[in-house]
């Protein structure tokens, strides 16, 4: 830890130096130089943490957990029978964490592993490529900020419901929200394409969805850095596709 410290400090200085109007050979020198000292920070918390530091620290680390996983590393999820004395990765049994599926009902799915970079690298990125591949959902780096809202039924009538924050379902290459809802005590589970819950809410909901669905126009989706180039360029259709979608409504004219 000590050695992470000193070398921080040492980047700090040589950052001090870095200005906009820089050549571009010297910010890709910097780079590589920064590249090549957080490689040897082993600890994910702390290298996640220098992200905070400037824009050159947070490519260096964005870099890193954007880059593909060899396939054959991947985890698999599990919800019951789970070993949790030991990573599953690289088999340390101490400073262990647990990479939870928050789009699970009971038993949820989990993946173990120590808190080595790699290790979380591996268990992050596994997580979002299963929730993509199979669980078809875009785990967001930020929460919707919309709690409730009312849904259709298919019987024709409504429901008022509660949103699932952390993430967005892909159906049929639409953008859809997870909703739960109740009925005679019983909770449901229905996915709302985005923009019908713009059409049918009211109010101030209304507005909260229309602002969602211009931030993903204008912003795209913010989904977490761990996917890989070939996730992100299936998101970034899923939106070109809500983008067309929504133009031929003439959704904000
Ligand atoms: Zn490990």
């Known amino acids: 830890m000590k050695d992470i410290k000193s070398n921080l400090i040492y980047i700090i200085d040589i950052n001090k130096y870095m200005s906009n109007d820089l050549p571009i050979t010297k910010v890709l ?20 943490r220098t992200r905070l530091v400037n824009k050159i620290f947070n490519k260096v680390v964005t870099d890193y957990l954007s880059k593909s996983v060899n ?26 964490t ?50 409730e809202c009312i849904i259709p039924r298919s019987n024709g009538t409504f429901n008022q419901a509660t949103i699932n924050q952390d993430y967005l379902a892909i159906i049929d290459n639409k953008i859809h929200i997870k ?35 211009l931030d993903i126009k204008k912003n795209g989706i913010r989904y977490l850095p761990f996917f890989n180039k070939i996730d992100t360029i299936k998101i970034q259709n899923y939106v070109q596709n809500l983008i067309d979608d929504s133009n031929e409504k003439n959704l904000f004219i």
């Open 179 to 213: 909703v739960d809802f109740k009925e005679n005590d019983n909770i449901y589970i229905k996915c709302c394409p985005i923009i019908k819950l713009w059409e049918i809410n009211k109010g101030a909901v209304k507005e909260q969805f229309a602002d969602l669905i």
């Open 29 to 48: 020198n910097c780079y590589e130089l920064l590249n090549t000292i957080l490689s040897h920070m082993n600890n994910f918390d702390d290298f996640i």
């Open 98 to 147: 647990q990479i939870n599926y928050c789009q699970d009902y009971h038993p949820r799915r989990i993946i173990i592993v120590c808190k080595n970079k790699i290790c979380m690298k591996i268990a992050y990125t596994s997580y979002l490529q299963e929730s993509l591949n199979i669980d078809k959902l875009i785990i967001l780096s930020k929460p919707i900020l919309i709690k």
């Open 71 to 96: 396939n054959s590393n991947i985890l698999s999820g599990k919800g019951t029978f789970i070993p949790i004395n030991y990573c599953w990765y690289c088999n340390k049994s101490n400073d262990l």
